[in-house]
């Protein structure tokens, strides 16, 4: 009985004391909550600070975004260590001469696309000397798994083709990378890329000094936000490792990265296979610009319509063979700025493998194929006005020359789900058709 009691007394001295620390923990969690909370505001508030640099003059779109014009030499390149005392170069040295004259090309009205603008342009312009940055918003970085991440790709996504050429196979942490994220994968040549799948074309083999194409725009429906959908081309260096260079510009509908489901010029680049070099737009100290109209990251409207108008935009992205520096041209009248060679290793040199397409993100909502759409969301086989396409595709070989591309390869990880078809005319020179609705009867 006494026993009783004493164990009694104990449990309460031992309850009492637990509700004591119990109560101090949860004040410390509290406390350790608002740190964490308020640490990582602060963590945000610096990267937007470094990200947004102070404007000359600010217009607001309709798509909500804000275009800050920022004083040339205040630009976020500048924060490199390397571009500390650089010369920015006004124009590039050579541009590469044409095989298609662009006055010429799509005579025939039926299959004639009209030109595109930036939404923004609606509500302004920038002054000479400045150019226009979209301005990342509190909600932009809060989006991204950390403000370190915010602009970068998560995974390598440069489209590996098919080949038995072992240089261009997975290295063996990736291959490791790989079986992990594709426990069901059956057939080893074929790669998917942690959901990523594509429809290209590419050539490889040679060595390239830049690469063109004009892309029909379109807004494809994205099934979730963590999915996204885009057109682009990639020039890319080296081998499908570690060290992986690579250039990329195109469209993209990305609800992470912007907040909604709009069409966006984006560019990309890394010289690290997607790790800690390179990123988005001007989200990172890199690319350098120079032109005052064209805003990375910002809308690209009108889009084209099933059956209805076509918009497409023409990109082209050449090496100087002066400076050596990687420039990238918009339409046929917008030289955006350049990528100094310096940020890359074998492109420093020049690229091995161009690739041109689409790419979404399956993320298997469900457990069932997403719908997320590519290009248009519909299949190749539609063709003019409904299936999305790339038209006169050209690289730039040693002597600075738009070429057609020799010995076009395709590829696709699922044709049932996005397709891919190739062709050629004079009008259009090498194209493809690509795309496709993602879940269907045949891609369940
Ligand atoms: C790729 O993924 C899809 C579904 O996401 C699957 O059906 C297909 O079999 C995979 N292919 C390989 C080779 O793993
Ligand atoms: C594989 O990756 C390692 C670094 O992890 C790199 O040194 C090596 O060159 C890569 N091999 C190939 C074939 O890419
Ligand atoms: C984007 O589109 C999806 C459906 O495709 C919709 O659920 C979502 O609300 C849209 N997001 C925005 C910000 O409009």
Not at 222 to 228: L, R, T
Not at 350 to 363: C, D, L, R
Request: net charge neutral; hydrophobic share 30%.
């Amino acid at each position: 009985m006494g026993g009783g009691v004493a164990c009694f007394s104990n449990g309460r001295f031992k309850f009492g004391f637990l509700v004591v620390f119990w109560l101090w923990g949860l004040v410390s969690l509290t406390c350790a909550a608002r740190l964490s909370v308020s640490r990582q505001k602060l963590e945000v508030q610096k990267h937007l600070n470094r990200l947004n640099k102070p404007a000359v003059k600010s217009i607001e779109s309709s798509d909500g975004d804000i275009i800050d014009c920022v004083p040339i030499s205040h630009q976020p390149a500048f924060d490199h260590p390397f571009l500390k005392d650089h010369q920015i170069q006004m124009r590039p040295s050579y541009h590469p001469e044409g095989l298609f004259d662009e006055n010429k090309a799509s005579e025939k009205p039926k299959e004639r696309a009209n030109p595109i603008n930036q939404l923004w342009h609606q509500h302004g312009a920038c002054p000479e000397d400045t150019i226009p940055i979209r301005r990342t918003k509190e909600d932009d970085v809060v989006r991204a798994s950390s403000a370190k991440r915010y602009g970068k790709k998560k995974h390598i996504t440069a489209p590996q083709p098919r080949s038995g050429d072992s240089s261009n196979l997975f290295n063996e942490s990736k291959k490791k990378q790989r079986t992990i994220s594709e426990p069901r994968s059956g057939d080893p040549d074929l790669i998917n890329q942690s959901g990523h799948q594509h429809a290209i074309a590419y050539v490889q083999g040679d060595k390239y000094y830049g690469a063109k194409a004009t892309i029909n725009v379109w807004e494809p429906k994205i099934q979730q936000p963590n999915e996204f959908s885009l057109s682009q081309l990639w020039i890319l260096g080296g081998s499908f490792g570690q060290d992986l260079n690579s250039i990329e510009a195109g469209w993209q509908v990305s609800p992470d990265l912007y907040g909604d489901n709009n069409t966006r010029l984006f560019t990309y680049w890394t010289s690290d296979a997607y790790q800690a070099t390179g990123c988005y737009n001007l989200l990172c100290s890199g690319f350098i610009q120079i032109n005052s109209d064209i805003a990375m990251g910002a809308s690209i409207s009108p889009v084209s319509g099933y059956r209805n108008s076509q918009y497409d935009i023409s990109i082209l992205v050449w090496k100087d063979p002066k400076e050596g520096h990687w420039w990238m041209q918009f339409g046929n009248d917008y030289v955006l700025g350049y990528w100094p060679s310096f940020l890359f290793s074998y492109l420093a040199d020049s690229a091995s493998m161009i690739e041109w397409g689409g790419e979404v993100v399956n993320s298997e909502p469900d457990g069932q194929h997403t719908s997320t759409q590519m290009g248009s969301g519909r299949f190749p086989e539609e063709g003019f006005g409904k299936a999305s396409y790339f038209r006169n595709i050209q690289v730039v070989d040693g002597s600075n020359n738009l070429k057609a591309p020799k010995d076009l390869g395709t590829f696709t990880e699922q044709s049932n789900c996005y397709d891919v078809q190739t062709g050629s005319n004079g009008d259009w020179g090498h194209y493809f058709y690509y795309g496709g609705p993602g879940r269907n009867p045949n891609c369940p």
